[in-house]
């Protein structure tokens, strides 16, 4: 399985709501990211996982919360979001190898298309 | 801090032919990967071709290839006997020892007919 799942693929939410989206990896990578891409630029990294652990918080605003429960997992919970935060989140992951944490290829998932009203 | 720059942001070719995207990039770091990733049109990102920073010869993969130079901090992407398939943005990447990746702002490239 060399695929890294999302959900959902679309979500719309007001800016009182609380909602989550999920990410999912089979491939046994330990180092997982999200990212979030605005139409026709480029990805810009929000966090990264690695052996369930953040290591990297790019100063993303606290109303994004990511979570990681399981080597598996990643989820990004989401509170009192502002319309300029919708975007496509992207998740990524991608194999330690030791003495090369984060050289290795990311895969990416399709990603969540998320609209704030 | 790392940068990544890619100076044509759309750029079209025929079918069959060559084209060539160029990306450049600034760092401090001595060891350092960087890659070429394809997004096409609504569709996921997929990974083109990496090259290791210590590794002097150019990285291929079937039609596509690099253009190293590590002095001049240049990594350019040249595809050979362009589809249609191929049409799609491409972004260069810098991923750094600490895990950090940079993207370049991409390259609309549009292979025609």
């Known amino acids: ?117 | 801090a790392q940068t990544v720059t890619q100076s044509q942001p759309e750029m079209s070719v025929q079918e069959a032919e060559t084209v060539t995207l160029s990306c450049t990039y600034d760092t401090s770091e001595s060891n350092y990967y960087l890659f070429w990733y394809k997004q096409p049109p609504s569709r996921q990102m997929i990974l083109v071709i990496r090259q290791e920073a210590y590794k002097q010869q150019n990285a291929t993969e079937n039609r596509f290839s690099v253009n190293f130079q590590k002095a001049a901090k240049s990594f350019s992407l040249k595809i050979s006997d362009s589809q249609l398939g191929d049409t799609a943005m491409y972004f260069c990447a810098f991923i750094s020892n600490a895990g950090k990746s940079t993207f370049g702002d991409g390259t609309t490239l549009t292979v025609k007919p």
């Open chain 1, 1 to 117: 399985d060399t695929e890294v799942t999302q959900t959902p693929k679309h979500l719309v939410m007001g800016m009182t709501n609380k909602k989550s989206l999920k990410c999912e990896q089979h491939m046994g990578h330990r180092a997982m990211y999200w990212y979030k891409q605005k139409a026709k630029k480029p990805p810009e990294l929000m966090f990264v996982y690695s052996y369930e652990k953040l290591s990297i918080n790019e100063s993303v605003p606290s109303r994004f919360s990511p979570e990681c429960p399981n080597s598996s997992l990643l989820n990004l919970h989401l509170h009192a979001l502002q319309p300029e935060d919708s975007a496509l989140y992207l998740c990524a992951s991608s194999q330690e190898v030791p003495g090369q944490r984060y050289y290795n290829e990311q895969f990416f998932g399709p990603g969540t298309r998320l609209t704030v009203l």
